[in-house]
C-alpha cells in the first residue's frame, strides 16, 4: 500500500474535508500513516483565518524540501484555504509542491496525482462545487462524527477570509444529510455534529424544502434517541424562537451552543459588518436561555479590530461579563487579504491587542469557573471518548450534553459509553467527577437528568 501522510490545520470543517482526502485517496490504495519520513505523499491541509495559522503551514512546508531530494518519488500537495488564497503563488514560492487545491475541490487530487508529469493546480475563482454525497468519507473517530450540512459562506464580515476561501454559501438537500446521518447511527455513531459556517442559516441557496429546524427536526425523528446531536457555528442573526424551542423539546439536540460574538461594542460590530448589535444578541441569548435554563453558552471574540478604543473594548468586557460565557476562544484580530478591514487606517499596535487579549483571557477565566463550579455535586451524563485524555490509561474522559470535558476514572468503560458521573472537581476549562453507576448503553431523557438552570444558580 502507498503511505499518505496527512496534516490539518484549523476549523472542524477542515478537519472532514481531511477524512474526505483519506477517503478518496484511500480508495486509490493509500493508507494513512504518522511519520512523515515514511510517505509517499504527503498533504497539508491548510487554514488561513489568522496570519499566524498561515505562517504555521509555510514554515512546516519548509522542512519537506530536504526529505523531498532524499526520498525520490515522495510527493508534496497543499489542500485548504491557504491553498485557495494564493493558489499559482505557491506553486512559484515552492518549487517542490506537486499540487495545489482548493477546499471545493478535493475531488481533483487522485487525478492530479496520476497527471505526474504536471505540477497541478486546481482552485476556482468562485468555489461553487459541494462534495459529491457519493464519494467516500474515512471517518477518523467511530463515535463522533461531522456533517456537512452547508459550505461557504456569504456574509463577509469585514475581518474575514472564509468566503474568499470557502466560496459562496451553498446547502445540501436535506434528504441527503438525513441518509448520512442514517447511516452514521447504522454504524454505531454516538454523536453528529452539523457543520456550516453559518450553520442556522441552512436552506437559503438553493432553497431547501427545509429550513434549519426542520432539517433537526427531521435528524431527530430518524435517529431515535440513539445519538446526539450538535451544530456549529450559528449566526447570532439567526437565532429563532423555532430554534430555541428545538432546543428546549428535541431530546437528541444537546444544550450546548457557539455562538459568535465578536465584540461587546455597537460601533465596532458595525464596522466589522455583523448585522446585529449588542442588544439584537443579547436579545438572543436571554431568547435562548429562557427556554433552556441549563443552556451551554460558548463564543468567538476578537480584540484588537482596527480602530477598536479602549472604550469598545470595555464594552466587550461588559458583555462578557453580562452573558457569563461557559468558554470562548479569543482571538487577536490578524490583518488577511482581500478583506475590507485590511484596509482600515486605524489598525491597532499589536501590544494594545497583546494586553487587551490577556484582559480578555482573566475574566472569562473566571467567569468560566463560576459557571463550571456550579455543576459541583451534580450529575451529569457523559460520553466516553479517550481523545479528551492525554496519556493517562485508567483516567478516562469524555463531554457532558453542554460540551463541557469530564476527567473520571474507570476500567470498564468504553469509547462511546453515555455514563452518569457525578461532578466533584472543577476548573476552568475542566471538570473531574466519578461513575454514579455501570455505565448505561442508551441516552437519558432530558426530563431525567439532575441539572438545575444554571442561571438560578449564579
Ligand atoms: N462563521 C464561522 C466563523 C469561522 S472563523 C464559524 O463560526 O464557524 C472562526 C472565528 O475566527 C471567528 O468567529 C472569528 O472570531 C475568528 N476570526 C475570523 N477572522 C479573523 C481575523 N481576521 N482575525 C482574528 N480572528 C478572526
Ligand atoms: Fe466569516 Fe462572518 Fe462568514 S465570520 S465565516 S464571514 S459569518
Known amino acids: 500500500m502507498l503511505k499518505l501522510r496527512l496534516i490539518t490545520y484549523g476549523c472542524q470543517a477542515n478537519e472532514l474535508d481531511s477524512e474526505r482526502i483519506a477517503g478518496l485517496l484511500g480508495r486509490e490504495g493509500y493508507e494513512l500513516i504518522e511519520h512523515d ?21 509555510y514554515s512546516r512546508l519548509g522542512t519537506f524540501r530536504e526529505l523531498k531530494r532524499r526520498k525520490k518519488g515522495l510527493r508534496v500537495g497543499i489542500c485548504g484555504c491557504v491553498a485557495q488564497q494564493e493558489g499559482q503563488a505557491l506553486l512559484n514560492r515552492f518549487p517542490y509542491l506537486d499540487f495545489v487545491v482548493g477546499p471545493a475541490q478535493l475531488t481533483s487530487i487522485p487525478t492530479l496525482l496520476r497527471e505526474r508529469a504536471n505540477r497541478g493546480i486546481a482552485t476556482a475563482r468562485a468555489p461553487a462545487f459541494s462534495y459529491p454525497s457519493t464519494a467516500p468519507i474515512h471517518r477518523r473517530s467511530g463515535i463522533k462524527a461531522w456533517v456537512s450540512i452547508m459550505e461557504g459562506c456569504d456574509r463577509f464580515c469585514a475581518f ?10 451553498r446547502s445540501r438537500p436535506p434528504q441527503e444529510i438525513v441518509e448520512e446521518i442514517r447511516g452514521l447511527k447504522e454504524q454505531g455513531y454516538r454523536e453528529v455534529t452539523l457543520l456550516g459556517q453559518t450553520v442556522n442559516s441552512y436552506g437559503k441557496n438553493p432553497r431547501a424544502p427545509a429550513t434549519f429546524v426542520e432539517l433537526l427536526r427531521m435528524i431527530d425523528h430518524i435517529i431515535e434517541g440513539e445519538m446526539r446531536v450538535r451544530f ?19 431530546h437528541s439536540l444537546c444544550e450546548h451552543i457557539h455562538l459568535p460574538v465578536q465584540s461587546g461594542s455597537n460601533r465596532t460590530l458595525r464596522r466589522m459588518k455583523r448585522g446585529y448589535s449588542r442588544d439584537d444578541y443579547l436579545g438572543k441569548v436571554e431568547l435562548l436561555r429562557t427556554r433552556v435554563p441549563e443552556l451551554a453558552l460558548t463564543t468567538d471574540i476578537i480584540v484588537g479590530f482596527p480602530g477598536e478604543t479602549e472604550r469598545d473594548f470595555e464594552e466587550t468586557l461588559s458583555l462578557i461579563q453580562d452573558v ?18 485590511a484596509r482600515m487606517s486605524d489598525q491597532v499596535p499589536e501590544e494594545v491587542k497583546g494586553h487587551r487579549l490577556e484582559q480578555a483571557l482573566g475574566l472569562l477565566n473566571m467567569l468560566s469557573l463560576e459557571r463550571n463550579r456550579a455543576y459541583l455535586g451534580r450529575t451529569v451524563e457523559v460520553l466516553v471518548d479517550r481523545e479528551d485524555v492525554k496519556g493517562d490509561a485508567v483516567r478516562l474522559a469524555g463531554r457532558t450534553r453542554g460540551n463541557k470535558i469530564v476527567h473520571f476514572s474507570g476500567e470498564e468503560q468504553r469509547d462511546g459509553d453515555l455514563v452518569p458521573v457525578a461532578i466533584t472537581g472543577a ?26 438552570p444554571l442561571s438560578m444558580i449564579s
Do not use: M
Open 232 to 250: 456549529t457555528s450559528p449566526y447570532p442573526g439567526d437565532v429563532t424562537e423555532e430554534l430555541a424551542e428545538a432546543l428546549a423539546d428535541l
Open 324 to 341: 457569563g460565557y461557559d468558554g470562548a476562544f479569543i482571538f487577536k484580530y490578524s490583518t488577511r487579504p482581500h478583506t475590507p478591514a
Open 160 to 169: 474575514c477570509v472564509v468566503p474568499f476561501t470557502r466560496g459562496r454559501e
Open 427 to 452: 476548573s476552568a476549562l475542566h471538570l473531574q467527577g466519578e461513575i454514579v453507576s455501570n455505565g448505561t448503553k442508551s441516552l437519558w431523557k432530558k426530563d431525567l437528568t439532575t441539572l438545575h
Open 37 to 57: 519520513e515514511e510517505a509517499d505523499l504527503i498533504i497539508l491541509n491548510t487554514c488561513a483565518i489568522r496570519e499566524k495559522a498561515e505562517q504555521k503551514v
